[in-house]
Every structure is written in structure tokens, then in C-alpha cells.
């Protein structure tokens, strides 16, 4: 059975009646530019082949019921005007910030069931493919005017104002815009966006994922800590944005001598040479330069989160030395951090014996065996049926 048929008599088991349609948005790896989406800066995703599949029709009793084939089988069903911010917790929130979103046109409510292979909790925007093919369900039964860029703000409105996670744009935009066989080189500021073409296999490379397993959670710590340290860096440069910083030697004045102004000079050095890596990596992909040569860049970029931005763990640390030590050409850690995976660029002959050294070194470290795979870039978020 397809995975669009397997979501569609679930829903009809569930809810009696076949759905509308079902729709699919997946997840993200970020080859570079990370953390920069909320300074203005650029992003370089790329689509999974894991999605999330939503299963949605209309009712007319002006009530909305949540099912997943995930988690525990409950179905959460509750009167369209008793969703609000924070309610229901849990899984449920993030399409029902959807449906929120767009209360207006689905006054009669919905039902929506989702079905995923989008690994949860470890930095592969699961929230985003869960988002994002709810909203583009809803676009194409009650919203037909919204455009891609406005599927990607009511995703992330769903996550920031109902759900309360402070992120930027990059995984809703990496889900919905994002084209098989590229990478999406995306100004946050501006909303300019290019594909580029990333055809690794082509070169005899592969992009491996390894999921640590160490969870993350951007509702609360370290991530949004991180926000506001970069909105008071930019408030002492007087600037609106770190984006608009383009060279380390703009932000002299941070260093006042302060510890708090050196942990700030820190956090800002990682946005402004991060951005910078970004248009490195898509100068080196545009061009004719082998792909390989982007992989001390994503090592950098590592070493930059690891140290300035201190959103690292030395468990994914571990992972990217081992990833290295055993050939990759880079790796670094990618998401919001504490937690989550990491990606290695790696020659495709050499993705077990790179897989086996990782392993290996979470042996070591006393973890159990992380999660691994080998992703290519995949299409955004589309309808099934
Ligand atoms: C999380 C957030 C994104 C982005 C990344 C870090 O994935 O959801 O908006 O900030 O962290 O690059």
C-alpha cells in the first residue's frame, strides 16, 4: 500500500468517510547557515524524502479532531473556538495553529490525520513537515489564493504565536519551496530565494545523516537565550539585523571589555561568519568547483556553533570528529541545536565505513548505536491525492 493510500483509510477508519485528499511536506537537512534565519541572514537547505502525510476533510459541526498513527491512537477533538494559544498541547497544537491560521474559511471545522517517517525530536524539522502539509491541505480546500511564501508564514505562525517556538523561517520555507536535486540558497531578510543545483550522487557523493538521538526541544532554553543575544548584539551595533553586518571587523564594539560583551561578540561572529559560509558553498556550487570543497566549510561552521554560538553537545562533537578521522570530507551538527543530528559529506563508497566509525565512537562514549542514513535532495511539500 502507498503511503498516500495507507494515510486515507486510516482517516477513513477513524473518521467514517474518505478524506478530501491527502497531501505530503517533508523535513530538512541544512547544508549550511544555521541560526541566521532570525538575523536576516542566508539558509541552504534541502528537502528529505521523509515526510509527513496529512489526511484532511471538512466537517460541518464546527469541531476539529486531531489523529495521528503515531504516539498513542487518541484522537484529540475539541470545538474550533476552544483552540487557543498553548491548547491542545502536545502534537495536536502545530495543526491546530494551522487551522487556526485560517479559522475563517473552515468554520464548519476539520478533520485531519497524519501519518510520518520524519524522525521527531532530533533537529529534522518534524514540526515543519507537520505544519506545512497541513497547510497546503487547507490551501487547496478553503484558500486557494495563498501563496507559497504565505504557507510558509501560517506554518510558522502556527509554531510561533499557538505553539510558542521561537523559530525563524527556515524549515517552513525549506519544506514548502524547497525542489528535488537542490539545495535552496534563501535571503531570509529580502525572501529572495534560488535553487541550486546539489546533484552529490553525480559527483560520488553522499550526504549522511546521523540522528544522535539526544533530543531537542526549541519551546524553551537555549534556543530562544540564543534569539535574544543576537537581537542585543544587533541593538548595540545599531543595526536592525545581524544580517546586516558583513565583515568581523563590524563588531569591534562589542568587545567593551564586559564579560557579557565578549559572550555577545561571540554570538555575533558566528551569524556574520556564517553568512558568509553560505555564500561560499553556493559560490562553490554555481560554479564548476568540486562539491568536495564545501566540506572544510561545513566543518568550520561546526567549529564556529561548537564555539561562539555554544549550541553544540559533545556527543554530536564526537560524531563530527569521527565523521571526519574515518574521511568525510565535513560534517557538522544542523538544527536549532543542544541535541538532534548531524550530516557528513561524505565519498559514497565510503558511507559505511564512515557509518561504522561513527557507530563506533558512540559505542565509546557509551551511547547506544545513532540513527543513520544517506538523504538526497528531495521535493517540498505537494499533494498525494
Ligand atoms: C530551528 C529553527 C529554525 C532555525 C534553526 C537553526 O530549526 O526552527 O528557524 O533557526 O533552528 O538554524
Known amino acids: 500500500?502507498?503511503?498516500?493510500?495507507?494515510?486515507?483509510?486510516?482517516?477513513?477508519?477513524?473518521?467514517?468517510?474518505?478524506?478530501?485528499?491527502?497531501?505530503?511536506?517533508?523535513?530538512?537537512?541544512?547544508?549550511?547557515?544555521?541560526?541566521?534565519?532570525?538575523?536576516?541572514?542566508?539558509?541552504?537547505?534541502?528537502?528529505?524524502?521523509?515526510?509527513?502525510?496529512?489526511?484532511?476533510?471538512?466537517?460541518?459541526?464546527?469541531?476539529?479532531?486531531?489523529?495521528?498513527?503515531?504516539?498513542?491512537?487518541?484522537?484529540?477533538?475539541?470545538?474550533?473556538?476552544?483552540?487557543?494559544?498553548?491548547?491542545?498541547?502536545?502534537?495536536?497544537?502545530?495543526?491546530?495553529?494551522?487551522?487556526?491560521?485560517?479559522?475563517?474559511?473552515?468554520?464548519?471545522?476539520?478533520?485531519?490525520?497524519?501519518?510520518?517517517?520524519?524522525?521527531?525530536?532530533?533537529?529534522?524539522?518534524?514540526?515543519?513537515?507537520?505544519?506545512?502539509?497541513?497547510?497546503?491541505?487547507?490551501?487547496?480546500?478553503?484558500?486557494?489564493?495563498?501563496?507559497?511564501?504565505?504557507?510558509?508564514?501560517?506554518?510558522?505562525?502556527?509554531?510561533?504565536?499557538?505553539?510558542?517556538a521561537p523559530t525563524g523561517i527556515l524549515d517552513q520555507s525549506a519544506s514548502v519551496l524547497c525542489t528535488a536535486g537542490h539545495a535552496l540558497f534563501l535571503d531570509t531578510r529580502d525572501l529572495v530565494s534560488e535553487q541550486v543545483p546539489l546533484d552529490l550522487a553525480a559527483a560520488g557523493l553522499a550526504l549522511l545523516v546521523v540522528d544522535s538521538g539526544v533530543a531537542h526541544d526549541h519551546a524553551e532554553g537555549g534556543y530562544g537565550d540564543r534569539r535574544r543575544e543576537c537581537e542585543e548584539a544587533a541593538a548595540r551595533l545599531g543595526v536592525a539585523l545581524l544580517r546586516e553586518v558583513d565583515d568581523v571587523s563590524g563588531l569591534a564594539a562589542l568587545a567593551d571589555g564586559t564579560s557579557q560583551g565578549e559572550l555577545l561578540l561571540r554570538r555575533a561572529r558566528h551569524i556574520v561568519t556564517e553568512n558568509a559560509r553560505v555564500l561560499e558553498v553556493v559560490a562553490a556550487l554555481r560554479g564548476d568547483a568540486d562539491p568536495r570543497t564545501i566540506g572544510p566549510v561545513l566543518t568550520a561552521g561546526h567549529e564556529s556553533l561548537r564555539d561562539d554560538f555554544e549550541i553544540s553537545i559533545p556527543l554530536l562533537d564526537a560524531c563530527v570528529e569521527a565523521a571526519v578521522e574515518a574521511g568525510a570530507h565535513g560534517a557538522r551538527m544542523v538544527g536549532g541545536g543542544f541535541g538532534g543530528s548531524a550530516i557528513a559529506l561524505v565519498e559514497a563508497a565510503a558511507v559505511d565505513a564512515v557509518t561504522a566509525a561513527v557507530a563506533e565512537r558512540f559505542a565509546r562514549e557509551g551511547q547506544p548505536a545513532p540513527r543513520t542514513f544517506v538523504t538526497v535532495p528531495s521535493a517540498g511539500a505537494r499533494r498525494l491525492a
Open 1 to 164: 500500500m502507498s503511503v498516500s493510500d495507507r494515510a486515507a483509510q486510516a482517516f477513513a477508519d477513524r473518521f467514517g468517510a474518505a478524506p478530501e485528499g491527502v497531501w505530503a511536506a517533508p523535513g530538512r537537512v541544512n547544508v549550511i547557515g544555521e541560526h541566521t534565519d532570525y538575523n536576516g541572514g542566508f539558509v541552504l537547505p534541502v528537502a528529505m524524502e521523509h515526510t509527513t502525510r496529512a489526511a484532511v476533510g471538512r466537517r460541518d459541526d464546527g469541531r476539529v479532531a486531531f489523529a495521528s498513527l503515531q504516539g498513542d491512537g487518541q484522537v484529540v477533538t475539541l470545538a474550533l473556538d476552544e483552540l487557543r494559544p498553548g491548547y491542545p498541547e502536545g502534537w495536536a497544537g502545530y495543526p491546530a495553529g494551522v487551522v487556526v491560521g485560517l479559522r475563517e474559511r473552515l468554520a464548519g471545522g476539520v478533520n485531519v490525520l497524519v501519518d510520518t517517517d520524519v524522525p521527531v525530536g532530533a533537529g529534522l524539522s518534524s514540526s515543519a513537515a507537520l505544519t506545512c502539509s497541513v497547510a497546503l491541505a487547507l490551501r487547496d480546500l478553503a484558500a486557494p489564493e495563498l501563496r507559497p511564501q504565505d504557507l510558509v508564514e501560517l506554518a510558522r505562525g502556527a509554531e510561533n504565536d499557538f505553539v510558542g
